[in-house]
């Protein structure tokens, strides 16, 4: 099935140096740095989507009993800030990177030297880009979130917005053949999509495998393109001329989650997976005419190049080199530590690699070198991230990101630090002067000192685990408590204590058989975790909450507290009850002394996070911030319209004197002395 493109002109992006020529609160706008100490410093009320920032609002405290007085709350401007990336290459000899998950999403173009942004235009929908493509002067980029295709030409300025696959949230990767055509991967519709720039038009060509929901990887020559498929490993070949789909994947990646990466010479394409990190090299005249590779670079073969028989690819922050011939494969350099690798370029001596922190490293292949470029200090802007978690010590407002986390000083309202770091800060807890960070996907907890700017790695929980859900402390053991979930086609998370006297780890998979562990609460008293799960799918059972003995380290009971949920996000403990959330935003309380279930409310029809602050248990989602009757679980609207974004997940940290959650991506501060 085809469909003409819609052409929609987004009109011509004002280069750098026009941009220049205005005052200088247009690259306040933008979020480009005045200097260093704009960068250590962000000078939030004169952010543009900071508007309002550090004034007071009023938002109407309501229940079912009418509505009572105003509840005081500031607007601190964006929650956390960032520039971090997922997309990148060359058109010429000019690097570019596409932001990610930031707002708004952004194409940079630098100097050959990569010292200087000469192009900085906005992409009006997605939320940033895995995939793009370059073809003469123009760059491609394909969104996720929203799908859409868009051309960047630098010759004009001038972006275009091309297509827009339906069914499809996310355009993973895309390829681009002899003849200009252009074909994407995308999810969920599990499709492969043919562009033609000729006469902008886009076609579908249809679904690579029945009942797989991502084609995440594809490459193409002048007959065939070839689509790597999860979340059951599968790599597809498909024929330009008859339309006929062949299954070529070697036997040997049964098991594997996905073909992850793709590349080809003009004899063979070369397939990475994830789940055990294999390489697959396959002949494409006789796909039957293959090798497997088993390097010990982790289970996810990341973003991959070839040139004649030399393969480049990156995996987790390191890149390494393929020899097709041999078949050896080996490190060969390595980015900062915690970063990933998220494109490659092989040019002429030299093989580029870009990060998710924004930065370019290039590798000598005369010298063995590594050297590094910083894209953000040449002028990549910053811009709101979409915030992972919130933690409140001391006088601080952490809120985790991408690629770092921002610091709020509750006495400096109008600026923040940004300390960054490699992977996504999905959880943080504050015990004594340190602040213990979740990270993904690197499954490690870090340790941060407020007062000396420290970070230090402590522990790797591995067990093929990748996703924090949750972190808390036990006081009487002094045990940090870390539920995980398993990387995408693995079964079964973990609980995780650390004991903070003696950076002890000790790691318990499979509390719940086949689960991901995804929420933590701990009982002082009674020395017992509590925890939540969420099934890989429904023939696993419901969602259920895993009772845990710290002190025999054993599991001594499991719960359910609805046997519809798929997952239980959020749990507390309040004296000797139990609170916790579903997914559809079933509230329930369970007595911790008998295990009896014991009253149940729905409060919202999505995710809930709950926090308890001077005995009062405290609820959000997307839109409100609730107190919540702990008897009768009735729950008392404090604010409302919060409009958080929806593409993360609620969230709310309380000391005592304040909550704070998030309100589109900004950080809300609630004064709870103003609560009536």
Do not use: C
């Given at each position: 099935m085809s469909q003409r493109a819609s052409l929609t002109p987004i009109g011509t992006a004002p280069t750098i140096s026009q941009i220049q020529l205005q005052s200088p609160q247009?690259?306040?706008?933008?979020?480009?740095?005045?200097?260093?100490?704009?960068?250590?410093?962000?000078?939030?009320?004169?952010?543009?989507?900071?508007?309002?920032?550090?004034?007071?609002?009023a938002w109407t405290s309501s229940s079912s009993a009418g509505a009572q007085e105003p509840v005081e709350t500031v607007d601190r401007g964006p929650a956390t800030l960032a520039c971090t990336?997922?997309?990148?290459?060359?058109?010429?000899?000019?690097?570019?990177?596409?932001?990610?998950?930031?707002?708004?999403?952004?194409?940079?173009?630098?100097?050959?030297?990569?010292?200087?942004?000469?192009?900085?235009?906005?992409?009006?929908?997605?939320?940033?880009?895995?995939a793009s493509l370059v073809d003469a002067e123009r760059i491609y980029v394909g969104t996720h979130t929203v799908a859409d295709l868009y051309a960047f030409d630098?010759?004009?300025?001038?972006?275009?917005?091309?297509?827009?696959?339906?069914?499809?949230?996310?355009?993973?990767?895309?390829?681009?053949?002899?003849?200009?055509?252009?074909?994407?991967?995308?999810?969920?519709?599990?499709?492969?999509?043919?562009?033609?720039?000729?006469?902008?038009?886009?076609?579908?060509?249809?679904?690579?495998?029945?009942?797989?929901?991502?084609?995440?990887?594809?490459?193409?020559?002048?007959?065939?393109?070839?689509?790597?498929?999860?979340?059951?490993?599968?790599?597809?070949?498909?024929?330009?001329?008859?339309?006929?789909?062949?299954?070529?994947?070697?036997?040997?990646?049964?098991?594997?989650?996905?073909?992850?990466?793709?590349?080809?010479?003009?004899?063979?394409?070369?397939?990475?997976?994830?789940?055990?990190?294999?390489?697959?090299?396959?002949?494409k005249a006789d796909p039957g005419d293959y090798r497997i590779v088993h390097p010990d670079?982790?289970?996810?073969?990341?973003?991959?190049?070839?040139?004649?028989?030399?393969?480049?690819?990156?995996?987790?922050?390191?890149?390494?080199?393929?020899?097709?011939?041999?078949?050896?494969?080996?490190?060969?350099?390595?980015?900062?530590?915690?970063?990933?690798?998220?494109?490659?370029?092989?040019?002429?001596?030299?093989?580029?690699?870009?990060?998710?922190?924004?930065?370019?490293?290039?590798?000598?292949?005369?010298?063995?070198?590594?050297?590094?470029?910083?894209l953000q200090a040449a002028g990549m802007p910053s811009a709101p991230d979409l915030p992972q978690s919130i933690a409140v010590h001391a006088d601080s407002v952490y809120v985790g990101g991408h690629g770092g986390f921002q610091i709020h000083h509750r006495r400096v309202p109008a600026a923040t630090d940004r300390v960054r770091l490699g992977g996504?800060?999905?959880a943080m807890q504050a015990v004594r002067n340190t602040l213990y960070l979740a990270m993904y996907p690197s499954a490690t907890i870090v340790a941060y000192n407020p007062t000396t700017g420290a970070l230090n790695t402590i522990a790797s929980i591995g067990h093929d685990q990748n996703r924090p859900g949750d972190i808390t402390y036990h006081r009487r053991s002094q045990l940090l408590l870390v539920p995980t979930s398993p990387g995408y086609g693995q079964l079964g998370g973990a609980l995780s204590t650390l004991d903070v006297?003696?950076?002890?780890?000790?790691?318990?998979?499979?509390?719940?058989?086949?689960?991901?562990?995804?929420?933590?609460?701990?009982?002082?008293?009674?020395?017992?975790?509590?925890?939540g799960s969420a099934p890989a799918d429904s023939s696993y059972g419901p969602a259920t909450v895993a009772i845990f003995d710290l002190g025999t380290r054993t599991r001594v009971g499991t719960t359910v507290p609805d046997s519809a949920?798929?997952?239980?996000?959020?749990?507390?403990?309040?004296?000797?009850?139990?609170?916790?959330?579903?997914?559809?935003?079933?509230?329930?309380?369970?007595?911790?002394?008998?295990?009896?279930?014991?009253?149940?409310?729905?409060?919202?029809?999505?995710?809930?996070d709950l926090t308890v602050s001077d005995d009062v248990l405290y609820a959000v989602d997307h839109q409100r911030l609730w107190r919540i009757d702990p008897t009768t679980l009735s729950a008392e609207t404090l604010v409302d319209e919060l409009a958080a974004d929806p593409t993360s997940f609620p969230m709310v940290a309380a000391d005592g004197a304040d909550l704070f959650t998030i309100t589109g991506r900004n950080l809300l501060q609630v004064s709870l002395h103003t609560l009536p």
């Open positions: 247009w690259l306040i706008m933008l979020g480009l740095k005045l200097g260093d100490e704009m960068d250590r410093r962000t000078m939030l009320r004169v952010t543009v989507l900071a508007a309002g920032a550090g004034t007071g609002m990336t997922l997309s990148g290459g060359f058109v010429g000899d000019r690097p570019y990177i596409v932001s990610h998950l930031l707002q708004p999403v952004r194409l940079g173009v630098f100097t050959p030297a990569a010292d200087q942004i000469v192009d900085l235009v906005e992409i009006p929908s997605g939320g940033g880009a895995w630098t010759t004009t300025h001038r972006l275009d917005k091309l297509a827009s696959p339906a069914g499809a949230t996310y355009i993973w990767d895309m390829t681009r053949t002899s003849d200009g055509t252009i074909f994407l991967g995308t999810y969920p519709d599990g499709k492969v999509w043919e562009y033609r720039p000729a006469d902008n038009t886009l076609i579908d060509r249809g679904v690579a495998v029945a009942g797989q929901k991502y084609v995440r990887s594809i490459v193409a020559d002048d007959t065939t393109v070839y689509a790597g498929v999860g979340a059951q490993a599968t790599l597809v070949a498909y024929d330009r001329g008859t339309g006929t789909r062949t299954d070529i994947t070697p036997p040997e990646l049964s098991g594997e989650a996905f073909i992850y990466q793709l590349t080809q010479t003009d004899s063979h394409v070369i397939g990475g997976t994830h789940g055990s990190g294999v390489i697959a090299i396959i002949s670079s982790g289970i996810t073969i990341g973003k991959m190049a070839a040139q004649d028989d030399d393969v480049y690819y990156g995996a987790g922050d390191s890149l390494w080199h393929l020899d097709l011939i041999t078949g050896v494969a080996e490190a060969v350099g390595a980015t900062a530590g915690g970063d990933f690798i998220t494109a490659v370029s092989i040019r002429a001596t030299t093989v580029a690699v870009f990060t998710n922190s924004a930065t370019m490293w290039t590798y000598d292949r005369s010298t063995g070198t590594m050297s590094m470029a910083d996504e800060v999905k006297r003696t950076r002890k780890l000790d790691v318990y998979r499979n509390l719940v058989e086949n689960h991901a562990l995804v929420s933590v609460a701990a009982h002082e008293r009674r020395g017992l975790a509590y925890v949920a798929t997952s239980i996000p959020s749990l507390v403990v309040l004296r000797d009850a139990l609170y916790g959330t579903t997914n559809d935003g079933l509230l329930f309380r369970i007595d911790t002394r008998s295990g009896e279930l014991l009253r149940t409310a729905e409060i919202g029809t999505a995710r809930v």
